[in-house]
């Protein structure tokens, strides 16, 4: 399979209004990703408007698990806002910390339950496919691929990166790396090109964050001491 079958194809069959929505969303989604480097509480309002699309398109292509955490994280956003909001001294830039070991505990508490949420709402999916009805719906496990797999992975790592980056911890890059680099064929795999795009550029720019992060930290803790 070549390139234009892999990132051009796809888009054949889809309308104006779609591809454009997708830009759109991949667009504010890489501007929320800089301005978090940044350590910008600007982030949360691009990133929410990224999520709130990106609902709309990954429930009409069947990618629930991701859906659902787009939805987390719209209101993940708005909780990061606030905490943000309470701990920056000019409202726009926060300071950042490593995370602590009971941080660690609800993380791996978070990335559990998510697991099992998410496989749950698969197994129902048929149901939800069929427009909420039990006529011809064949609930199980059985009908999902290996991209829908990925998909309960990635949103159970993306949940504990949402909610490590609202405690403003380092760590959380390791967890949009993570997620980051196993989207690209997923999204490759689904037919949403850009999307696939959009996550090789996060990676770039979570590995970017990561570092940033680690600098500010130790350029901070040096001028302490």
Not at 80 to 106: C, M, P, Q
Request: with cysteine; aromatic share 20%; net charge neutral.
């Amino acid at each position: 399979m070549n390139l234009y079958d892999l990132f051009i194809k796809p888009y054949e069959v889809y309308t104006n209004v779609q591809i454009f929505l997708e830009a759109l969303a991949a667009a504010f989604g890489m501007l929320s990703v800089f301005l978090t480097i940044k350590k910008n509480i600007w982030l949360y309002p691009t990133g929410i408007i990224s999520t709130l699309i990106y609902v709309y398109i990954l429930f009409n292509f069947g990618l629930l698990g991701d859906c659902m955490i787009n939805v987390y994280y719209t209101i993940m956003s708005i909780y990061g806002w606030i905490l943000w909001n309470k701990n920056s001294e000019d409202h726009i830039h926060v300071d950042v910390t490593y995370a602590t070991r009971k941080e660690w505990f609800y993380s791996f508490l978070l990335f559990i339950l998510s697991i099992i949420l998410v496989t749950i709402v698969y197994y129902y999916k048929p149901y939800i496919d069929n427009q909420f009805s039990m006529d011809g719906a064949n609930l199980g496990l059985d009908h999902l691929d290996w991209a829908n797999w990925l998909d309960v992975l990635t949103t159970s790592t993306f949940l504990v990166g949402m909610w490590l980056m609202a405690k403003r911890r380092i760590e959380n890059w390791i967890f949009w790396i993570i997620g980051d680099l196993i989207c690209i064929p997923m999204f490759i795999y689904k037919g949403l090109g850009i999307t696939s795009v959009q996550y090789l550029v996060f990676t770039i720019m979570a590995i970017m964050g990561y570092v940033s992060w680690k600098k500010s930290f130790k350029e901070k803790n040096t001028t302490k001491s």
